[in-house]
Each structure stands twice: as C-alpha cells, then as structure tokens.
C-alpha cells in the first residue's frame, strides 16, 4: 500500500473525533482529503465542480462522524460517503441537461487543459505507457467514470475491493464483471491513443477523424477503435502494450491542487500531498481546551482549522479547481512539476473563439509593398532570451512585435521589409531555399548578425523542397558566410533513421560540415494540452539524443493538418498549451530558442497572437506572460 494510504487516520484518532476533540477532527479531515480528492477528481472527469463535490463530503463525514458506529470502518464508510456525493453530482447534472437541453452552458465539460487524467499525468510525471493508460481513460463511457476512480485507486493500494464493492452497492462478483468491461475499454481506448499519436500516423486515419473536433469521447473510441482493429498500421502500434494492472500497481494519490494543503496539520498530512488546501468547523461539540464557537482556531499549521474552512467557508474550497489546474501548468517540465503558490487564473484566461478551417503556411518572405504603420514601435521587456515569433508582414506589424515581448523574430528571408525591430529584440535571417542561395541573399544574412536559420522544410513539396543530398551540396556556400548555421528544419522526422534529417547529419558528418544547432518545427494534433506538451518533450529530446546538439524549436503550434484542411482548437485551448509548453521549454537545457507560429492573427492563422498591432488574442496575452 502506498504512503497516502497509510496516512489515512487510525482508529483511535477516529475515536477520539467522534467524542468531539477538535484537533483529532482536524487531523481525521485533514488525513481524509487527498482521498476524496482523488475519487472525486476522477469520478467528475477534473469538471470544475469538484472542489465543491469535495467540500460537500467533507461537510458530511464531519456532521455525521458522531454516529459512525465502528471507527475501524471509517474508510469504508468514507468512500461510501464519497460516492454518494457524486451520485448526487450527476443526477443534479443530468436534471440541468434535460430543463435546458440545447443550450452552450449545459456542456460543461472540462477543458483538455484542466481534466483529472491531464493532473494526473502533469503531476506525477506519468512517463511512456502510463501516460498512455492516464489519457485512455478520458474515452471512457460517463457511467464508468465512477468505477474508474475507485478501481485506480484500488489498483495503487489505497483502498481495497470489499470497500470498491461497499461504496457501489454491489457484490464483489459484479463488480468484478463491470471492471473487466471498462478495462476492455480502456485497452481499447489505449490503442486509440497510440494510433493517433503516431508520427507518421496512418494515412487512412486521417478520414476517419476529419469530423472529429478533437475531444475524446465513448462514441469516438467506438468508432476509432473499429479502425484501429481493422487496420494492419494501426494494430501493429499496439502490440507492445502491457497490461494496464501492472503500470498502475505502485502509483501514489495524486497530489492536492496548491491551494488545497496550506492548512493541513504537518504531523498528519500525506506524503503526496506535500502542498493542498483545506476545509472547515462541525456541529460536534467542543472538546475541553478546543477553540469556542466562532473563534478560529491556529492548531492546523498556524491558520484556519481545516474543519472550519469545510463547514464556514463558501461553497467551493477554491475559486476554481480548474483556475488552480490553469495556474499549476505553468511550471510543468513533465519530468518535475512546481506546483504554484497562487491558483489564480492566468490573464490570457477568456471564452473561446471559434475554431478556423484553413491555415496558410507563409511560403515567401512578406512583401515590400506592405504598409507599414508610422507609429513608432514600442520597447518590449523582454523575458526570456529564448521566446521568439516567426512574423509575416500585416497592419500594425511592428506595433506587434514590440508588445509581443519576443527577443528575436524571423521572417523566412534576409530581410524584414516593413517591420521595425523593436530595442531588446534581434532579427534572425533565413535562406529559405535553393533558390536563395545566391551572392546578394548571403551578403544579406551575412550582415543580418552570427546565425542564420536554413532551408525551410526541405521535406514538403510546397516548401523548399530538395533532397538532404542538394542541400549538401550548397551547404559549402552557407558555411562561407560564418555564421552559426541551424540545420534545414524538417516538416517531421527529426529523430528517424534514414529519415530527412538523419540523412542530412550523416551526410554533413561524412563531408565535414559544420551544422552548430538543430533546427525543428512541431505542431501537436492532439488538443489535450497535456499530451500534446508531453508529445513535444519527447520528440525534442529524441532529437537531441540523436544529434548531441542545440535545438532551435522555430515554428509550433496545435494545429491538425488533413485532408479536408487544417484543424485549430479554441483559442484557451492554444493558450494554455503555449503556456504549458514554453514553461517546459524552459527547463531543458539543450533548446537554445523558440518561435511560435506566428505573430498575425487572420482568418486562415488562427494560432496567431495579434490581429491587428493593438489587440493581442488570448493567444498573444499568454505569449506575452511566457518566459
């Protein structure tokens, strides 16, 4: 059994709270909560009422503990309570659907950002084929849901199957035929996940999810799993699966949101809650020596008891769980997670825009004949030497650029025509194809400053397309410029064998080119911000472990490309992937610098930060907090 499933209270400490001694029913609630936190968490799917589901079953156990007959059931006794409320969670939800089915606000269902399978992967570090069991199980059917949240946390250690069977009202047979049916789903679900994934992915798996919003669900699973099954591409990527029960065995309770532990008694609060938030004061009577009625009593750590914060705060034990999950993903680095002192929301933080059809990949420099505007671009603080933004011109260009807070732009050419550069920021020059490997275009970058950024993916028909071979041919004359060259930056493949860039390396190596950093460009198809930030870490550093050099990381963005024309999530669903994924870019030493695609917000460059040089997009408000 895990630490946290140790650290619920003894029977003695139980005991003495059902006879009214206030500080033993701080601890009991306090021990109590990472528990209820994480069955509800996971039962409500991380909604954004969990904090008020977990609120109301502590309120609960409080009020009721005085006539809990064994103290030595209370775990059981606990969940039951737990489940109860969650029942009631649902059925208050299922009524507000059929009054007022129709409407935006009944679907209130949690942003990728911000689910319980996202936290859990984000704060435990979930590496590999755990991760991929964490994000199966958003694609489970709702009903399952509750069974989820009480056979994981049998699975770790934290509770056992006669309390799983004592909190659903079940023998232990049934509910050991509805875990086997949600396991199957689960598999099924991971099998899913991997296929899409996949880079390359599977080109017929493309049509089958080009209605597809993006958003996992059972109906989806269904259908994506039918392919999955049918398809020899697809079936061969999950034969490596292993069973789901060994990579859950050992895992710990997922530790509270921030705000969650400031008040909990140190002597009994988990191990894995190192930092959580609390709740409030119970109708037991006073024990002799507790704090009177309406005084707040400083044993729990030096600040509000945690059964006063249950019973008198208002409803909700935080402003938003989902506010506090939006502030948590700030200090991800998915291999340590910070957890954050303030839950506050982030100021991008704003409904959503609708999502975009098409995306234009800028192909040429912008034009000399756009107008620039006359007002004088301004100062930038710049904050962070690595966040860059790749610019095409447009009205205000420059008025952007300079609010933007980039330290560095490029323009896919030598030149910037139109647009100034802000004090504080650089200008990086490209030679964007063969093409441009002429006299006057090296000159150009020559004098631009010491790096130069090469051939725009080489790979794509419609960018520069050439073989690594052409490329190495006219690497010579890139050389002679002295500038600190990047590599061509591929479409995708950085870390194949035999893939465009291996070619090129090998080639480069062979010839005794000299190539200073790698460069790269990524776009995640997944709109989950976790998966989609640990897709991206794990591509950066399988390319740095291939090459042993710097990486430049000059275009990315969520943007699902296919057939049918490219995919954009919400714009708070961009944003908070930018956020999430420029404070994870931050902690890996080998990636030199980053640009996000792009600075110009149109019609058709939905991940764009500005649409105009005044008014930044939720996008751009978070680009301009990022470091």
């Known amino acids: 059994m895990s630490s946290a499933g140790r650290a619920l209270p003894d029977v003695g400490l139980v005991v003495a709270a059902r006879q009214g001694d206030q500080r033993a029913l701080d601890d009991v609630v306090a021990a109590s909560l990472p528990l209820v936190y994480n069955i509800v968490g996971r039962a409500l799917r991380g909604h954004a009422d969990v904090d008020d589901v977990v ?200 530790p509270l949101p921030a705000g969650l532990g400031a008040h909990l008694p140190s002597a009994t609060a988990p191990a894995a809650a190192a930092q959580a938030v609390v709740p409030p004061s119970p109708t037991v009577g006073p024990a002799a020596g507790s704090t009177p009625p309406g005084a707040v009593s400083t044993d729990a750590g030096g600040g509000q008891s945690v059964v006063d914060l249950a019973m008198n705060r208002p409803r909700g034990l935080v402003p938003s769980l989902a506010a506090g999950v939006a502030a948590a993903v700030l200090a991800i680095t998915m291999a340590v997670v910070i957890l954050p002192d303030d839950p506050a929301a982030p100021s991008w933080a704003a409904p959503p825009s609708t999502a ?121 004359q890139l050389m002679a410029t002295g500038s600190k060259l990047g590599s061509p930056a591929v479409a995708w493949g950085g870390p194949d064998p035999q893939g465009w860039l291996d070619r090129f390396m090998t080639g480069a190596q062979a010839r005794g080119h000299r190539v200073d950093f790698i460069t790269l460009h990524w776009f995640g198809a997944d709109f989950t911000t976790a998966s989609a930030v640990a897709q991206l870490r794990q591509y950066l550093q399988a390319v740095h472990q291939r090459y042993r050099k710097p990486i430049w990381l000059t275009e990315f963005a969520l943007i699902r490309f296919g057939g049918g024309g490219s995919q954009f999530p919400s714009q708070e669903q961009q944003a908070a992937f930018l956020t999430a994924a420029t404070a994870m870019l931050g902690k890996l030493p080998y990636l030199q610098r980053y640009a996000w695609f792009g600075l110009p917000a149109t019609d058709k460059d939905r991940s764009g930060l500005f649409s105009d040089g005044a008014e930044a997009t939720v996008v751009g408000r978070a680009f301009q907090a990022a470091r």
């Open 356 to 476: 975009p059809s098409t995306l234009a990949t800028p192909s040429v420099a912008p034009s000399p004949s756009a107008r620039p505007s006359s007002k004088a671009p301004v100062a930038p603080v710049v904050s962070s030497a690595r966040k860059g933004v790749g610019v095409w011109n447009f009205a205000g260009a420059s008025q952007a650029l300079a609010k933007s807070k980039a330290s560095w732009y490029y323009t896919w050419g030598t030149q910037h025509p139109g647009i100034s550069t802000p004090r504080g920021a650089t200008f990086v020059p490209m030679i964007r194809s063969a093409e441009n490997v002429t006299a006057a275009e090296l000159t150009r970058a020559k004098a631009a400053g010491p790096y130069l950024l090469t051939f725009n993916e080489p790979d794509l028909p419609e960018q520069a397309n050439m073989t690594a071979e052409q490329a190495l041919d006219l690497w010579p």
């Open 55 to 254: 609120q109301e079953t502590l309120v609960r156990v409080i009020r009721h503990l005085p006539a809990l007959n064994d103290p030595a059931a209370y775990r059981s006794w606990l969940v039951a309570i737990t489940i109860r409320q969650v029942r009631d969670w649902e059925t208050r939800r299922r009524v507000a659907l059929n009054r007022d089915a129709g409407l935006d606000a009944i679907h209130n269902v949690p942003d990728p950002a911000s689910d319980f399978a996202g936290m859990t992967i984000l704060r435990l570090g979930l590496t590999d084929q755990r991760r991929e069991v964490a994000e199966a199980t958003r694609w489970l059917d709702p009903d399952d849901q509750e069974l989820l949240s009480l056979w994981w946390l049998e699975e770790t250690g934290e509770i056992t199957r006669n309390e799983v069977s004592d909190a659903l009202g079940l023998s232990p047979g049934h509910v050991a035929v509805r875990i086997h049916r949600m396991k199957e789903q689960i598999q099924s679900a991971r099998g899913v996940v991997r296929a899409l994934r996949a880079r390359p992915g599977c080109p017929d798996l493309g049509a089958v999810t080009a209605e597809w919003d993006g958003t996992p669900s059972s109906l989806w699973r269904k259908r994506l799993a039918r392919h999955v099954r049918d398809c020899a591409f697809c079936g061969r990527l999950g034969t490596t699966l292993l069973p789901i029960d060994r990579l859950l065995a050992g895992l710990p309770l997922l």
